[in-house]
Each structure stands twice: as structure tokens, then as C-alpha cells.
Nanobody, 117 residues
């Protein structure tokens, strides 16, 4: 099991930026693929992006491509989600997840991001 704790959420105006952090503990962080997901009120949880454990390849949902960036610091057991040009529709609870392969089975509790228009 990997324990995950997100931070960095808050209230920001449209067009602004935020950086979310997710600190992992419990297992070898560098072995895991790390993903970011989000869930808006009344909607299903959706994929935002991910970074692979070894080659650091990233992929993103079309809705955030070009605006969000994911990076990781294995020495700090931390993965980041840099969000820029934020839109009101980015408002959601953001979750960090860890997994082996294509399955994410370790989840944080989330951090709220609210973008005002």
C-alpha cells in the first residue's frame, strides 16, 4: 500500500495558476505510475493526467492539454500538478493516485480547487 496526501488546492481566479503536490509514503515511490484525477460536484471522477514511473512519460486529458503539467521528484516522494490558465470548469476535487501498470489502486483524499469567473 501507498499512502498519498495532496495539498495546494484553493480558490483562484480564472486565468490564474496553482500547483498541487502529492506526497507518498509506505512503498517505493519510484516504482509507481502516478496519476491525477478530478471530480466535480454531480459528475464522475475523470482522468487528468499521469506520469510513468521509469521513463517519466506524461499523458493528459484533452481538456487540460497545454495548460497542465505533471512532474515528479522521486527523491522527495512527491508528484506535482502544475495548473495554468485555469477555467471555472476546472473546479473540482483533485485526487492523486498511484498504481502499477494501468491500474490505480492507491488514492489520496483529495484537495479542492475552485476557479472563480
Amino acid at each position: 500500500q501507498v499512502q498519498l496526501v495532496e495539498s495546494g488546492g484553493g480558490l483562484v481566479q480564472a486565468g490564474g495558476s496553482l500547483r498541487l503536490s502529492c506526497v507518498a509514503s509506505g512503498r517505493t515511490f519510484s516504482n509507481y505510475n502516478m496519476g491525477w484525477f478530478r471530480q466535480a460536484p454531480g459528475k464522475e471522477r475523470e482522468f487528468v493526467g499521469q506520469i510513468r514511473w521509469n521513463i517519466r512519460r506524461t499523458s493528459y486529458a484533452d481538456s487540460v492539454k497545454g495548460r497542465f503539467g505533471i512532474s515528479r521528484d522521486n527523491a522527495k516522494n512527491t508528484v506535482y500538478l502544475q495548473m495554468s490558465s485555469l477555467k471555472p470548469e476546472d473546479t473540482a476535487a483533485y485526487y492523486c493516485a498511484a498504481g502499477i501498470g494501468d491500474t490505480y489502486d492507491n488514492w489520496g483524499r483529495g484537495t479542492q480547487v475552485t476557479v472563480s469567473s
